[in-house]
């Protein structure tokens, strides 16, 4: 090959390898599955979700084992969340499930605290056991007002 056609080739392999790169980031940023893993699906009704999104992160011991996949009202009137999480994490019936943010003022996302339970949720279960998001505004204004009025 002649230097003109090496120097083309290598050009064109860094350009591919770069758009494969962008390709792979954009996926990853996005939040998109492209292994083809499912998980099973798995709900929580909330009283105070606070800004919680969907495909936010759903961790066990500190790591992501899933994420939110819908937000929807229930008949009560209370958000109800379906989580998609790993099939080869069992989970047992009495998990619970609670709205944190990451630091002070980050982003929302579902922690789990195992049961201790011998059975297992299955696909299309509730998590019966949940605790909803602390509203830092909320919490802030109580404080204001006691303090103005004394208490």
Known sequence: MSERST??????????VGLMALTYLSLKVGGVSY????????????????????????ELSGVTIGQVTGIALDDDYRARVELSVRPDVELPIDTSASIVTSGLLGDRYITLDLGAEADVLADGDDIEYTESAVVLERLLGKFLYNVQNGD
């Open 7 to 16: 120097r083309d080739f290598i050009v064109g392999l860094f350009v591919l």
């Open 35 to 58: 292994t083809g893993r499912g998980g099973i699906k798995l709900y929580a009704a909330f009283d105070q979700i606070a800004d919680l999104k969907i495909r936010a992160p759903v």
